[in-house]
């Protein structure tokens, strides 16, 4: 018994060890085929993924639409062409055939930034009624398009108008953005914000077209004395019905209203204006706002002419109606050559196209 106790103990531990060496295996063949069921359902997840654009592109086309709705469940067919047969590519199908966009295309202009209009001069216009209506200065409309003699128009001429106050300028050999803006007497910040010149330099070169806003603007020039020298039987005569005969032959740009004491009578510039009733001359000179202006009294009528270029005859002088006293201007607060037509009647102010004289 005892030479064989080493023996069976020898076995027994050694079946222990196999067991145990057995179990080990059950357990790790578990383990990994839990892992690679695991792996193999990523992959398959993966896949179908990763084949969802094909299959959206392939059937959201219009003619696999077709063959799809006209094959038999479970057949198979290629639409071959020129031989070869059709791949679904993995693009976005235009919708109804055109490819639509979403918004308008159109170029979008920079936020403060206006288009260059253009107008065309007709026989009723002037420098300051232009600029009055886009408005802006006579010396912008001038400058923008080298008008030196505002006074003489080329009928059907067009002409560009600035999109703001200021000098529409064609960029010269030699100039600089310093040099322009010391000429215009602004900062030179202010032309390259203006013409993008921080994002778009090439924009200041010879020949370009700039826009400098607020420059400083060369004065129009003075009418010669043989405009203002107009003969007395350029007075319009009295109306019909007896009223108030019109002191210049012009348009009616302003009527008489609460808020505008008087009639407002374009003209050229340097018309000659009449007195339109006889009196004597009761003022001659500068007001504020409205400029040189003139005055006639008739007994307990006063008329008053204002924004003119020349008032000719001093306060005492007696005048007819008709005869020449001033000329059309634009002094004072206008924005256009015409006369401030004022009538008084005991100091009160009346329309003048009403009054009988």
Not at 329 to 336: F, P, R, S
Request: hydrophobic fraction near 45%; charge should be negative; glycine fraction near 10%.
């Amino acid at each position: 018994m005892s030479s064989g106790y080493p023996l069976d103990g020898i076995a027994q531990r050694a079946g222990g060890t196999l067991e145990r060496a057995a179990d080990a295996v059950r357990r790790a063949g578990r383990h990994l085929s839990r892992h690679a069921v695991f792996l193999i359902v990523n992959l398959l997840v993966a896949t179908i993924v990763m084949a969802l654009p094909f299959l959206a592109s392939a059937a959201s086309h219009p003619d696999a639409q077709a063959r799809l709705a006209s094959a038999p469940i479970g057949a198979t067919s290629l639409a071959p062409a020129d031989g070869e047969p059709t791949v679904a590519r993995a693009a976005t199908p235009a919708r109804g055939g055109t490819i639509v966009a979403g918004r308008s295309p159109v170029t979008v202009l920079s936020e403060g930034v206006r288009p260059i209009e253009r107008y065309t001069l007709s026989e009723d216009d002037s420098l300051w009624s232009i600029a009055s209506f886009f408005g802006l200065s006579a010396e912008a409309v001038a400058f923008a398009n080298g008008i030196t003699d505002p006074y003489h128009l080329q009928i059907g001429r067009e002409i560009q108008i600035p999109p703001f106050e200021g000098a529409l300028y064609t960029v010269a050999a030699g100039d600089t953005v310093d040099s322009v803006a010391t000429r215009f007497k602004v900062d030179p910040a202010v032309i390259k914000d203006y013409n993008r010149l921080y994002f778009e330099p090439e924009h200041f070169a010879p020949g370009q077209l700039i826009f400098v806003q607020n420059a400083a603007l060369p004065a129009l020039p003075e009418p010669v004395a043989a405009l203002i020298a107009r003969p007395a039987v350029s007075a319009p005569a009295a109306k019909a019905g007896g009223y108030l005969a019109w002191p210049v032959a012009g348009w009616i740009s302003q009527y008489f209203w609460a808020g505008h004491t008087a009639v407002d009578i374009a003209a050229p510039y340097g018309s000659g204006l009449a007195a339109s009733v006889s009196g004597v001359i009761s003022q001659n000179g500068w007001v504020a706002v409205g400029g040189l202006h003139i005055c006639v009294k008739s007994g307990n009528l006063e008329e008053c002419y204002y924004h003119l270029s020349a008032a000719y005859v001093p306060v005492g002088t007696p005048v007819s109606a008709g005869q020449i006293v001033a000329a059309i201007g634009l002094t004072g607060v206008t924005t256009g050559p015409h006369v401030h037509w004022e009538t008084k009647i005991d100091g009160r102010f009346v329309n003048p196209l009403v009054v009988q004289p």
